[in-house]
């Protein structure tokens, strides 16, 4: 059983364990399971890992994400230079068909929409421009369309996530509609919750997840 400050405490030491995070930047405080993050960092991609720590550490429940992104005088870019610094960093990447990507910058925030083939490229996109200079966040738009046209198949999808070693034990259940995938249940972590939903991405033919997974844990917070 964890107590709030035993669960501060282990949120906290998840931030320290990440190597481009600084602890003293990011504010923890925790209630019944739930974790708001506060405080400073200088790019996205800390604000993004700052959360994945969180998330992942055993007895959160959900996190409220209030971490801010402030820029040095020299970090500072106008739109213009973003938009064109997403674009070449897509023509870098041979994992994201640059041409069917669009993008839209907005006081320091993207958007990507377009359509692509595969889950792993839409997520490879979002990812690769998280660290750029400049970026304040990112809202990734990009719909799925499979080329193949293939019929899910959901004896596939489940015997995927019981092949899992950190899911093959949990009660997941999966439907399927047309291209759509709907999983429900309980799984015991917001890693075995992204996780499912990533093996149902690779699936072919699915154009969309929804992750109904509930995250519940075996034993309760105590004051």
């Known amino acids: 059983m964890k107590t709030n400050e035993e669960l501060q405490k282990d949120v906290q030491d998840a931030i320290?364990?990440?190597?481009?995070?600084?602890?003293?930047?990011?504010?923890?405080?925790?209630?019944?399971?739930?974790?708001?993050?506060?405080?400073?960092?200088?790019?996205?991609?800390?604000?993004?890992?700052?959360?994945?720590?969180?998330?992942?550490?055993?007895?959160?429940?959900?996190?409220?994400?209030?971490?801010?992104?402030?820029?040095?005088?020299?970090?500072?870019?106008?739109?213009?230079?973003?938009?064109?610094?997403?674009?070449?960093?897509?023509?870098?990447?041979?994992?994201?068909?640059?041409?069917?990507?669009?993008?839209?910058?907005?006081?320091?925030?993207?958007?990507?929409?377009?359509?692509?083939?595969?889950?792993?490229?839409?997520?490879?996109?979002?990812?690769?421009?998280?660290?750029?200079?400049?970026?304040?966040?990112?809202t990734n738009n990009i719909k799925l369309r499979s080329d193949t046209h293939d019929e899910i198949e959901k004896d596939g999808i489940e015997s995927a996530l019981a092949r899992n070693w950190s899911l093959n034990n949990q009660d997941i259940q999966v439907k399927v509609s047309v291209n759509k995938v709907t999983l429900t249940g309980v799984v015991s972590s917001w890693y075995q919750r992204a996780e499912a939903e990533r093996i149902a991405f690779n699936s072919p033919g699915v154009w969309t997840v929804n992750n109904e997974l509930e995250v519940e844990y075996n034993y309760s917070l105590v004051d």
């Open 16 to 138: 320290k364990w990440e190597p481009l995070l600084n602890a003293a930047e990011i504010g923890v405080t925790t209630k019944d399971g739930i974790v708001t993050l506060t405080g400073v960092v200088d790019n996205y991609s800390k604000k993004l890992q700052a959360e994945e720590a969180a998330r992942n550490v055993a007895g959160v429940t959900a996190v409220v994400e209030k971490i801010k992104i402030e820029f040095g005088k020299t970090d500072k870019k106008q739109d213009s230079e973003i938009a064109t610094a997403v674009l070449n960093a897509f023509k870098w990447n041979l994992q994201v068909p640059n041409d069917k990507v669009k993008v839209k910058v907005e006081d320091g925030w993207v958007t990507l929409d377009g359509v692509l083939e595969w889950n792993y490229q839409r997520e490879e996109a979002g990812a690769t421009i998280s660290d750029l200079i400049g970026v304040k966040g990112v």
